[in-house]
C-alpha cells in the first residue's frame, strides 16, 4: 500500500505566477489535510477536504489560495499570483476517516515551493 | 482558541539518558493528544496517541503521559540513541481538524 504522495517534491516559481501542489492520499482515504511550514516552525493548518467537499478552510488565506479534492484524482493545492512569502514547505497528510476519533494522519514528503 | 506550547529551546542530552518533552496546551482538555516524529525534509510520522482518560502509554522506548489538571502531556525517550535526534510535534483536535505545536529539537550525542 503506498503512502501519500505528493509532487513534485519541489517546485520553483517567479512572483506572478501559478503554483499547483497535488496530493495523491493512501488508498481508502477519504480525508484530506493541507499544512504549512515555514523554516524552524511548526505545522500550520490550511485546509481539511473530504472528496469532492471542502470541511474547513480556517488556516487557509482568503485570496490567491484554493484547493479541491475531486471524487477522481488527487487533492490540488492551487496558488495563484505567488508572492515570495509564499515559499514554505507544504505537507498532505491522509486519514481513513475525521479526526473526531483519533485517526493517525499520515503525511506526505511534502512539496518545497521557491519563489524568486 | 487553542494553542499549544513545547520547549522552546533544542534539547541536547547524552546517548543513553532519557529526554523529556513537554506540551503544554492552554484551554480546553483534548479528547486526546497525539506525538509525531519528523526528521529534516520529511513530513510527520505518527508515534504514539493518548486519550483524556489515559494517564501514561508506553511504546517500546516511548512514554507518553497527559496531565489533564495541568495540562500538560510528556513525552519520553529512554535509552535514547542518536538515531532518535529528530523534532519532536504534539498535536490536538480543534473541532474537525488537528493543530500541531511548535516542535522540540532533540539531539542525541553520541
Known amino acids: 500500500n503506498a503512502g501519500v504522495m505528493q509532487n513534485p517534491r519541489h517546485l520553483v516559481r517567479r512572483r506572478g505566477q501559478e503554483a499547483r501542489l497535488r496530493c495523491s492520499p493512501m488508498?481508502?482515504?477519504?480525508?484530506v489535510y493541507w499544512y504549512r511550514q515555514l523554516p524552524e516552525e511548526g505545522l500550520k493548518f490550511m485546509v481539511y477536504?473530504?472528496?469532492?467537499?471542502?470541511?474547513?478552510e480556517s488556516g487557509m488565506p482568503k485570496e490567491r489560495f484554493s484547493a479541491e479534492f475531486p471524487k477522481e484524482g488527487p487533492s490540488i493545492l492551487r496558488i495563484q499570483q505567488v508572492v515570495r512569502g509564499d515559499s514554505a514547505a507544504y505537507f498532505c497528510?491522509?486519514?481513513?476517516?475525521?479526526?473526531?476519533?483519533?485517526?493517525?494522519?499520515?503525511f506526505g514528503p511534502g512539496t518545497r515551493l521557491l519563489v524568486l | 482558541s487553542q494553542k499549544i506550547e513545547q520547549n522552546s529551546e533544542a534539547l541536547n542530552i547524552q546517548e543513553g539518558k532519557t529526554a523529556t518533552l513537554t506540551c503544554n496546551y492552554t484551554?480546553?482538555?483534548?479528547?486526546?493528544l497525539q506525538w509525531y516524529r519528523q526528521d529534516p525534509g520529511r513530513g510527520p510520522v505518527f508515534l504514539l496517541l493518548?486519550?483524556?482518560?489515559?494517564k501514561e502509554k508506553r511504546k517500546e522506548r516511548l512514554k507518553v503521559t497527559f496531565d489533564t489538571t495541568l495540562k500538560q502531556s510528556l513525552f519520553h525517550i529512554t535509552a535514547s540513541q542518536p538515531a532518535d535526534s529528530a523534532t519532536y510535534l504534539c498535536?490536538?483536535?480543534?473541532?474537525?481538524?488537528?493543530?500541531f505545536g511548535p516542535g522540540t529539537s532533540l539531539s542525541v550525542i553520541p
Open positions: 497528510a491522509s486519514s481513513p476517516t475525521g479526526q473526531g476519533a483519533g485517526e493517525t494522519q499520515y
Open positions: 488508498k481508502g482515504h477519504s480525508h
Open positions: 477536504l473530504q472528496k469532492e467537499n471542502i470541511i474547513d
Open positions: 484551554n480546553y482538555s483534548p479528547a486526546y
Open positions: 493518548i486519550r483524556e482518560n489515559e
Open positions: 498535536a490536538i483536535p480543534s473541532y474537525d481538524k488537528v493543530i
